[in-house]
């Protein structure tokens, strides 16, 4: 057996070729994300193709999402400058190519609330203007920029629900005790009902307005352990389960029709995606587009009257790709992969693995093995995902693939914290962090070395936000487990952190305080639980990478771990991207990442390494 070739850095981490493809309203036309001149771009065609351009011409950061403006004649997209997430709405017409930013406004952060056909000159958009810890709700109008507040917040409001008329029905708020209320809005007194309360540890939240207007489609954990999803009668207040499984969570992407309005069907995620159908012709559609391609397929977008689908397939070892599918004739097209430079290259299957904690949970793992050599006694990587309130799924990953292809065994864990298995699996994690939930990876680690995959003298934690966190206690409180650690905008210390939040993060401060730990009355825990406080117990060798303009993990957190560090004569290597955030969008500064992150690991480790 040998090692296969190398899969290029640039081919991984550099631009992708295309990605994000969306129909227009009518059918007529796609969008998608490509490079222009290096640069991630808005692209148009037809749906026929052969006629692909640019339309939007951005030179620096990249434009990562977009989405068609209901009038036919626009796509809209966000964007903020270096890193410091405060998005800006744009809408460019398709034919002039001129932009306008429709919330050209300093410092404040815009979030899109609902676009809808029977408005197609207008959008909601949520702005802290007028404070920065909170969003209104304005209606903007795409042609002129005009700007209108349409609903003030009452000053505890995190999230905005808008009916298929573009009207504010209901919004989500944070409580005092770090629970969340689920309100009504009556537009013609402006008094807001409370329809539920979900106090700390549950989950609560709307998806959309229900086809008759009178209720929500909710998720929630109220009186069950996983999050379903139910209807909300707004009159009657009676609930009724359209979906639910006693294992793991709905997940957030329900199919909703884009003009009738019911739900059509839901997914849920243990290892692998898998569809429950409320809808028995999308069903029946679904599964005819499904049989397409290998892997795991989604329904990406459509047109305004249902009958031309694009369809992405999912795939631990293939490029996304994408079909052109008419739910009317049954005609398919395949359109493009995401990245055709990786259809033939050697890419890793991602195996999923449970493993048990030392207190008895269950992990739904993922193990990676590099191709072409023996499963055994070899260099480990574990890739710890970022969040925590996240997970990692089944799928191409660039950095696993990386990974494995230089000769690494990748673990990656989804821990106590770790979303979509249940309330009591996040609650598990409160308070926890350092604690508890880095012994799950811990016994992540053990299991990889029990079973003969792990060489124990060869491990070292990789990860960012969170993760980058995570790799900084991993190297300051287990040194004895890891050899090296790699931490991306990674927390070093969780009082300095807890005073430096976004703002627009304050009305979750409540929820802070019960799920990490409160800085203000709980000083001597949150040290307890910083790894900047511990690093005269780092022995090994540390790579840390951070944004300069980071609004989550500030800059300060970098500086003052490798401060702290080399104050004591520690050696660490220090990445610093002046114009990045939250994670490196450009992919010049990922490549120079990965070049020494690849390096780094190499002298450590001994895995591979390109030229």
Known sequence: MALRPLIPREILFGNPERMNVRLSPDGSKIGYIAPHEGVLNVWVRSLEGGDDRPVTFDKHRGIHAFFWAFDGERL?????????????????????????????????????????????DRILVGLNKEEPQLHDVYSVNIRTGECELQVENTGDILGWDADWHMQVRGASAQTGDGGTDLRLYHADSGEWETLLHAPFGEMIGAVAVTPDGDGFYIMSTLESNTMRIL???????????????????????????????????????????????????????????ARLHHGDADLVSRDIEDRVWIVAFSSDTDPVRYYIFNRQSGEARYLFSQNSRLEEAPLTPMQPVDIATRDGLTMVCYLSLPPGVEPKNLPLVLNVHGGPWARDEWGLNSEVQWLANRGYAVLQVNYR?????????????????????????????????????????????????????????????????????????????????????????????????????????????????????RVDQIRNPLLIAQGANDPRVPRAEADQMVEALRARGIAVEYLLFEDEGHGFARPENRLTFYASAENFLSRVLGGRVEA
Not at 252 to 278: C, D, K
Not at 504 to 528: C, H, I, K
């Open 76 to 120: 809209c997209y966000i964007q903020d400058k270096d890193g410091d997430e405060n998005w800006h709405v744009y809408a460019v017409n398709i034919q002039s190519m001129e932009a306008l930013d429709l919330t050209p406004f300093e410092n404040v952060q815009a979030h899109i609330i609902s676009v809808r056909p029977e408005h197609p």
């Open 417 to 533: 914290g770790s979303t979509g298995f249940g309330k009591d699996f996040v609650n598990a994690s409160n308070k926890e962090w350092g604690g508890k939930m880095h012994e799950d990876l811990i016994d992540a680690v053990n299991w990889a070395i029990e079973k003969g995959y792990a060489d124990p003298e060869k491990v070292a934690i990789f990860g960012w936000s969170y993760g980058g966190y995570a790799a900084l206690v991993g190297m300051t409180f287990t040194p004895e487990v890891f050899a090296a650690g790699v931490a991306g905008v990674g927390i070093s210390n969780l009082i300095s952190w807890y005073h430096t939040i976004p703002p627009y993060w304050e009305p979750y401060r409540e929820q802070l305080n019960l799920r990490v730990g409160n800085a203000d009355t709980e000083e001597e825990f949150m040290r307890s639980r910083s790894p900047l406080f």
């Open 231 to 289: 209807t909300l009668d707004f009159s009657t207040k009676e609930q009724r389960v359209i979906a639910e499984r006693p294992d793991v969570d709905v997940d957030g992407s329900a199919v909703i029709h884009p003009t009738r309005h019911h739900l059509q069907a839901v997914s849920f995620t243990r290892a692998r995606q898998e569809w429950m159908y409320l809808d028995p012709e999308f069903e029946a559609s679904f599964k005819e587009a």
